[in-house]
């Protein structure tokens, strides 16, 4: 996870990537591919949970949180 302790609106303005989105953007480019862009991805990273962008103060900040910690990866 890339994104700093405390989230704020400037700060998701001002990145709308990551590097992990970029790097997962070319690799499906390369694989054939469209309309991917890196920011499409991120979009698709945090719809899936995979980032957790609620702004500091937000109450589904915390809770989000706590899932992604409860959550055990399949084998």
């Not at 700093?4 to 970029?22: G, M, Q």
């Not at 589904?60 to 399949?74: G, L, N, S, Y």
Request: positive net charge; hydrophobic residues 35%; charged residues 30%.
């Amino acid at each position: 996870d890339e994104r700093p302790e405390i989230v704020d609106l400037a700060h998701l303005r001002a990145n709308p990537t990551t590097a992990v989105s970029v790097r997962i953007s070319k690799q499906l480019k390369k694989r054939g591919w469209s309309f991917v862009g890196p920011t499409t991805v991120y979009a698709f990273m945090q719809a899936m949970g995979l980032v957790n962008d609620h702004l500091e103060g937000c109450v589904c900040r915390e809770q989000v949180e706590a899932e992604r910690k409860a959550f055990k990866r399949p084998k």
